[in-house]
């Protein structure tokens, strides 16, 4: 089984989650970034983004603002996905279907709620069952990245027990923790979205990709 993030590894929406993210956060009277936003924020679900942005670089540790300016955020993303031309990355159509052509399970997991990543998915025009075979969302969990939960909870789904059978792939160091945290056998960064190389490598990923085809002959070489 190999689990793939979304936003910036296998969905292509030009970081929109991340600068509405900013925008929400600093309405309420900040200025970051988005280097500052996607250094800190990337992968998390987005409450919990939101509160670890407020926590480093502003030391507020006040709940309901955090509460406040995700309401904010996801009205705005709602919007934002609603105008936007949501595209697969480079090549993710083509993995996904070589995978499938191995009987390696292909599952998405995601730091957005359940809505958020449905909507995507929709908007790719994938199917459960078709171009992946399952989808855990921070929704369906209680404790998110870089806990292991999500991976757990898809392995539970498939009866696989021993988690050195999973790959896990993402552009940020925090989903690199949590395939770590799950024990997983193979972790992969990839540079097609939040964090840069340095970040990535910051998690020590078993192999760091440019390009989603990349993970084929890294998978064939340690089967």
């Given amino acids: 089984m190999v689990v793939f993030d979304m936003a910036g590894t296998t969905v292509n929406e030009n970081n929109v989650v991340y600068k509405t993210l900013q925008k929400a956060i600093n309405e309420a009277g900040f200025h970051f970034t988005l280097d500052e936003v996607l250094a800190e924020g990337a992968g998390k679900e987005k409450l919990q983004a ?26 705005y993303l709602a919007i934002a996905y609603d105008e936007l031309d949501v595209l697969p990355n480079d090549n993710a159509e083509n993995l996904f279907k070589a995978l499938k052509e191995k009987n390696i399970l292909v599952v998405l997991n995601t730091g957005y709620n359940f809505e958020t990543a449905q909507s995507l998915i929709s908007k790719l025009g994938w199917k459960k069952g078709k171009e992946f075979d399952d989808l855990i969302t921070a929704t369906d969990v209680k404790n998110n990245r870089p806990h292991p939960d999500m991976i757990l909870l898809a392995m539970k789904h498939f009866n ?20 770590k945290n799950a024990g997983c056998g193979l972790t992969f960064g990839i540079t097609t979205g939040a964090h840069t190389i340095k970040q990535l490598q910051s998690a020590k990923p078993d192999y760091i990709i440019n390009n989603l085809i990349e993970l084929l002959p890294l998978l064939d070489s340690t089967e």
């Fill in 50 to 75: 939101i509160k670890s942005i407020l926590k480093l670089y502003a030391q507020n540790d006040d709940d309901k603002l955090a509460g406040n300016i995700y309401t904010h955020f996801i009205k």
């Fill in 160 to 179: 696989i027990i021993n988690s050195a059978e999973v790959a896990k792939v993402g552009d940020s160091s925090i989903d690199i923790e949590e395939g």
